[in-house]
């Protein structure tokens, strides 16, 4: 059964048609990535997905609830949760603020759960709980987004280019953590440039160009496409460090 | 030392005013960008519905201390609803307008505010009664303090505290500083922002409504305009602190009050202006930002 059924959602952005007539679906379990350049619409994709957006037309259905038109802070409370482009963390609140900003939409006597969940899952931001967010490197800010969305305990995480300004060894890391994640039962759906990695991840993917989704496959078989190969993955596959 | 004393005093007590008006002035701005410059206004609402609470139900003599404590009820309630019709018809529907919109919204709405009070009021300067209050006066060391002067201090602090706990240590009060911090991670947090701002223009008001009050009870006398010279005071309270942050409206507030106090007590009272702009431009130079400021960067 899908989670997550999009149909031919039309969003503008300003004065540009953002997304042209997009459709895509997420089954539970799944890992599914969205490929795309700069400028492609992922992020506009992801902003109207919580609700930061408001689509011209088209429809989100999510477990068979209409949440096309709901604002941000209600489709939280249906189950999606969402770590943001450039993480945009609380800069100047501590981590476990920022944490506990996460699970604001849940009961004060589930929240224990949820963040010893977080902490074994990213056993850094445990050091760090009393630091302010702000003055953490790019990798534990991002591990912080993605904490601090899964606070929310979401049957569907997305994520917006988590990998966006660290370095390879960094992100590897965080990749494996977001297999444990995707393997504890939330379902993922991420946006990525880094294709490699994502592709590697994932169950299934879409390629966005300039607000349509060109190709759809299984993560398998965009990693070896020619198209995907020429476009995202540069050429022949390097050897990964 | 009894100069010393004395200017302390009179310094925490306006201090405390100038503190509970800016605090109005640095919610806003923390989560909406925007200087409301209509809350001076609103503050000395609260003392015109404080006056009229007192003057149509007030006998004076013993009761004089209850119908002060129902006279600020009735300023807080007021102030409060008005804040929230201002952000209402003035500010929301201009929220994705151009930002100097908002700003001759706001200069609109206190000239609608302050003339409204001259309509309903009046264009002359009202008096309060005497003898609301005990007149007890301490003396300390060669210092006399009135019993008003005590009162407005600790309901100050004590208001200022509470605030501080509920902004730190709360969740609503958390949402309130993620807001203020970035707009849309809050909503991703389920946040719903237009409560906060709502909570925001009703906190302040609130606030700021105590501090109008007290202004007319420590004065004995009201005028319409007395809004814009209040909350000017308290703008650059605000400002000196670090527009933005609460704690910093705080400082700001008491550290005007004290200045102010000095100049007068011991240089010339008729400079106390001139001296109090001259050390606030020495600080701002030092510290552009106000004393717990920081780098307020424009929003995307």
Redesign the interface.
């Given at each position: 059964m899908s989670l997550l059924q999009v149909t031919d959602l039309r969003v503008n952005y300003g004065q540009i048609e953002a997304l042209k007539g997009v459709s895509l679906h997420v089954k539970i379990g799944e890992i599914v990535a969205i490929l795309g350049a700069n400028g492609a619409g992922k992020t506009t994709l992801m902003r109207t997905l919580?609700?930061?957006l408001t689509p011209r037309s088209g429809t989100i259905m999510f477990e068979g609830t209409d949440i096309t038109r709901l604002?941000?802070?209600k489709i939280?409370?249906h189950g999606i949760?969402?770590s943001?482009e450039g993480r945009?963390?609380?800069?100047?609140?501590t981590v476990m603020?920022n944490l506990?900003?996460?699970a604001?939409?849940r009961p004060a006597n589930e929240i224990q759960e949820s963040l010893d969940f977080v902490l074994d899952m990213f056993p850094r931001l445990r050091d760090r709980r009393s630091q302010l967010a702000g003055t953490m490197s790019g990798g534990e800010q991002q591990m912080l987004a993605i904490g601090?969305?899964l606070m929310?305990k979401p049957r569907l995480l997305l994520l917006d280019e988590p990998s966006l300004g660290l370095a390879p060894i960094i992100f590897q890391g965080i990749f494996r953590t977001l297999r444990e994640i995707a393997d504890s039962g939330v379902t993922i759906l991420i946006v990525e440039q880094n294709a490699r990695s994502v592709l590697k991840l994932a169950d299934r993917g879409y390629v966005l160009e300039v607000g349509r989704f060109v190709l759809e496959d299984t993560a398998k078989a965009l990693l070896t496409s020619p198209e995907v190969q020429a476009a995202y993955l540069g050429g022949a596959e390097k050897k990964p460090h | 030392m009894g100069t010393f004393i004395q200017q302390m005093f009179n310094g925490l007590t306006v201090g405390g005013i100038y503190a509970l008006i800016a605090l109005g002035y640095t919610m806003v701005y923390g989560v909406m960008r925007l200087i409301n410059f209509a809350h001076g206004d609103l503050c000395i609402l609260g003392a015109f519905v404080g006056l009229t609470f007192i003057t149509s139900f007030g006998g004076g003599g013993h009761l004089g201390a209850a119908m002060v404590i129902f006279a600020f009820v009735a300023a807080v309630l007021v102030v409060a609803a008005a804040g929230v019709l201002l952000e209402l018809a003035a500010y929301r529907p201009l929220r994705k307008a151009d930002r100097l919109a908002a700003v001759v919204s706001a200069l609109g709405a206190s000239m609608l505010i302050e003339n409204g009070i001259m309509l309903v009021w009046s264009p002359q300067v009202s008096v309060f009664p005497s003898g609301l209050l005990p007149t007890t006066t301490y003396h300390i060391a060669g210092a006399s303090i009135s019993f008003v002067q005590v009162m407005i201090i600790a309901v100050s602090f004590v208001l200022m505290a509470a605030l501080y706990l509920f902004v730190n240590h709360t969740r609503f009060g958390t949402a309130i500083r993620a807001a203020a911090i970035d707009q849309d991670a809050a909503r991703l947090m389920g946040i719903n922002v237009n409560r906060v701002i709502a909570s925001v223009f009703v906190i302040g008001p609130a606030l700021g409504a105590v501090g109008g009050l007290f202004v007319g009870i420590y004065y004995r006398e009201v005028y319409f305009t007395m809004g814009w010279t209040y909350g000017l005071y308290a703008f650059i309270a605000a400002i000196l602190g670090g527009i933005g942050n609460i704690p910093g409206a705080m400082i700001g507030g008491i550290l005007l009050g004290l200045f102010n106090a000095f100049a007068a007590g011991y240089l010339s009272s008729s400079w106390q202006d001139a001296i109090t702009f001259a050390l606030l431009i020495g600080i701002l130079l030092v510290r552009p930002t106000g004393i717990l400021g920081e780098r307020v960067a424009e929003k995307v």
């Open positions: 919580s609700g930061l604002g941000a802070d939280v409370r949760a969402q943001p945009r963390v609380f800069g100047t609140l603020e506990r900003l996460g604001f939409t601090r969305a929310a | -």
